[in-house]
Nanobody
């Protein structure tokens, strides 16, 4: 499995960005593709995840209502639309994929359960 993240950049508070994760090698409906982020001096934290079949989607409380996941079947990508961005959203964003499946939020929000990681993409939100 290979993951390629793109779409980061610099935006003013209140603006929007769209991140994209191109995933190759994912063929099972139980797979999930998600996003984590890491700000300087902080631990990596869960942002959002979506199973490949779209039946499960989870968002962290800090982004729920502002960020939305979607999948482009033709391009085999998962996008993270980020609206109403805040300075505290500034971080390196990582795309990740997990082979397993679960019915629990805790499973999908734990970085240790993810098997594959893409390179990070920087998101900077200015105030």
């Amino acid at each position: 499995v290979q993951l390629q993240a793109s779409g980061g950049g610099l935006v003013q508070a209140g603006g929007s960005l769209r991140l994209s994760c191109a995933a190759s090698g994912l063929t099972f409906s139980g797979n999930a593709v998600g996003w984590f982020r890491q700000a300087p001096g902080k631990e990596r934290e869960f942002v959002a995840t979506r199973t490949w079949n779209g039946l499960k989607q989870y968002y962290s409380k800090s982004v729920a209502g502002r960020f939305t996941l979607s999948r482009d079947v033709v391009k085999n990508t998962v996008a993270l639309q980020m609206n109403s961005l805040k300075p505290e959203d500034t971080a390196v964003y990582y795309c990740a994929a997990v082979r397993g499946s679960s019915d629990t939020y805790a499973y999908y929000t734990a970085a240790r359960n993810y098997d594959y990681w893409g390179q990070g993409t920087q998101v900077t939100v200015s105030s």
